[in-house]
């Protein structure tokens, strides 16, 4: 197709390019309405507006959080999920709530009606957010849940959920060894979620639950990003802890079908290894990109 003028060019390519992510799903949106919300995982805590410190950086997120500030987002963008909840002020700020570690340790749904009340108080004073998930670990599976809930939802209905992005979860479930790792988090457990993570693995069905929920996603628009860690000791424990018969859980991570789904080999101390791939460039930058603009 001849086109005169340079302008009129990089219209074209910018719709076709749009077009194109249409016809993979993806929902359109205005600019400057993609707001990122953050999940923290099993057994962490938030006070003072700020997420638990990792050994690989401060506060948990900071890398990934600076990375997206780099491609144009701003403070009021990115947002803390709170499992105790939170509220939306009359500014349209949001303000989650001080959690100790012991309220992460519940029923996945409990966790996950508190997020989708935070997204809907949010999009009442911003009826034109669309809201792009990243979970870690527990959160990440948190958050894709959220995206099974939202595929299944009328348009009327929806929390304009366009895209999750899980790193290091458990989505096809654990083997109950992982609780070698687990009893040494400082904490009081219950084991709830834990258990529930593990059931889900003994679950023989689930690898055909997963791939149709996965593509009832791609059919609704939502979508999913996978990224996890070969060399996290919580999924493959025998990088950390001596003795054989080790499971390796590490595949658990990805889930076929998925938009993007990779696997990196982030090389770390082994009670910092949970955390790497928060840390890692490739899997931030796929992270941040996958996400899009603002």
């Known amino acids: 197709m001849f086109v005169p003028r340079g302008g009129v060019r990089v219209a074209v390519v910018a719709l076709l390019a749009v077009a194109a992510a249409v016809g993979m799903g993806a929902?359109?949106?205005?600019?400057?309405?993609?707001?990122?919300?953050?999940?923290?995982?099993?057994?962490?805590?938030?006070?003072?507006?700020?997420?638990?410190?990792?050994?690989?950086?401060?506060?948990?997120?900071?890398?990934?959080?600076?990375?997206?500030?780099?491609?144009?987002?701003?403070?009021?963008?990115?947002?803390?999920y709170s499992y105790a909840g939170g509220t939306t002020d009359t500014q349209g700020d949001w303000h989650g709530d001080d959690y100790d570690c012991e309220l992460t340790d519940r029923e996945v749904e409990e966790s996950l009606d508190v997020l989708e009340e935070m997204l809907r108080g949010y999009r009442a004073r911003h009826p034109k957010a669309h809201f792009t998930l990243v979970g870690h670990s527990l959160g990440g599976y948190i958050a894709y849940e959220a995206a099974v809930r939202e595929s299944a939802r009328t348009d009327s209905q929806r929390l304009s959920i366009d895209a999750v992005i899980t790193?290091?979860?458990?989505?096809?479930?654990?083997?109950?060894?992982?609780?070698?790792?687990?009893?040494?988090?400082?904490c009081d457990k219950t084991y709830i979620a834990g258990a529930e993570i593990v059931a889900a693995k003994l679950e023989p069905g689930l690898p055909a639950q997963r791939a149709s929920e996965v593509a009832a996603m791609q059919a609704a628009g939502v979508r999913l990003a996978t990224l996890g860690n070969a060399n996290d000791c919580l999924w493959n424990t025998g990088h950390c802890l001596p003795g054989g018969g080790w499971i390796d859980d590490s595949g658990t991570q990805l889930l076929p079908g998925a938009n993007l789904a990779t696997m990196y080999?982030?090389?770390?101390?082994?009670?910092?290894?949970?955390?790497?791939?928060?840390?890692?460039?490739?899997?931030?930058?796929?992270a941040v990109e996958f996400a899009g603009a603002p």
């Open 265 to 286: 080999e982030v090389t770390s101390g082994p009670f910092d290894s949970h955390d790497a791939v928060l840390g890692h460039p490739a899997a931030v930058s796929a």
């Open 167 to 186: 790193l290091g979860a458990p989505l096809l479930g654990v083997a109950a060894d992982k609780k070698a790792i687990i009893d040494q988090i400082p």
């Open 27 to 80: 929902r359109c949106r205005e600019p400057d309405t993609n707001v990122v919300v953050f999940i923290q995982g099993l057994y962490t805590t938030y006070y003072d507006g700020q997420t638990q410190s990792t050994g690989i950086e401060g506060p948990r997120f900071s890398t990934i959080k600076d990375a997206f500030r780099d491609a144009g987002y701003e403070d009021a963008d990115l947002l803390d």
